[in-house]
């Protein structure tokens, strides 16, 4: 294989990447972008980038970690979608410096690029500065921060976990010390 066709699926996960920092840390855009895999297989007439075996991508606070990436292309070399699957696969960000990083686990992370929407399915978990929500699908748009999750058919349910938000210590009066 020529060296130019190697570099075009590296160049697609780049593309991947920054375009998901819209959400991401400024830091993060100027960060090398390293893709490591078992094994690759890359076929540019059908657009489809596959990675697999112990794949791990990242570029700066942006790690994704899973068995097998598909990386989905447009003919006009555009990447449509993401699709992470493991036992389980793994995304994590920092969004905001002052934030813990946004970590989400599932069987299989699909990210739509264009939409900007991620897709959890089977044994999904979101944890954002320790408040998580778990089901069997979580959708998530990151433009809006709206999440919608359904648990599995029958007596599957949604579990989410809300930690209280920590107050800050008031001042005392001019004159009280403190106990």
């Known amino acids: 294989m020529k060296r130019n066709n190697l570099l075009r699926p590296l160049a697609a996960v780049a593309f991947l990447l920054l375009s998901a920092q819209a959400l991401a840390l400024p830091e993060d855009r100027n960060q090398p972008i390293k893709v490591d895999a078992d094994h690759f297989d890359g076929n540019r007439s059908k657009n489809l980038f596959v990675y697999s075996g112990n794949v791990q ?28 699957t493991g036992k389980p696969a ?47 699908k979580i959708d998530y748009d990151l433009n809006s921060e709206q999440i919608e999750a359904q648990g599995q ?10 930690q209280p938000e920590k107050k800050q210590a008031e001042p005392k009066p001019e ?5």
Do not use: C, Y
Not at 93 to 118: G, H, M, T, W, Y
């Open 57 to 84: 991508i990242s570029q700066g606070t942006l790690q994704i970690r899973a068995d097998r990436v598909e990386v989905h292309g447009t003919a006009q070399g555009e990447i449509q979608k993401v699709v992470a």
């Open 90 to 136: 793994h995304f994590q960000q920092q969004v905001q410096q002052s934030q813990a990083p946004v970590k989400a686990k599932a069987s299989r992370i699909e990210f739509r690029v264009n939409a900007d929407e991620l897709q959890l399915s089977g044994n999904a978990h979101v944890d954002r500065d320790g408040n998580t929500l778990s089901a069997e």
């Open 153 to 162: 058919s029958g007596n599957g349910r949604v579990e989410m976990i809300w």
């Open 175 to 179: 004159g009280q010390q403190a106990p």
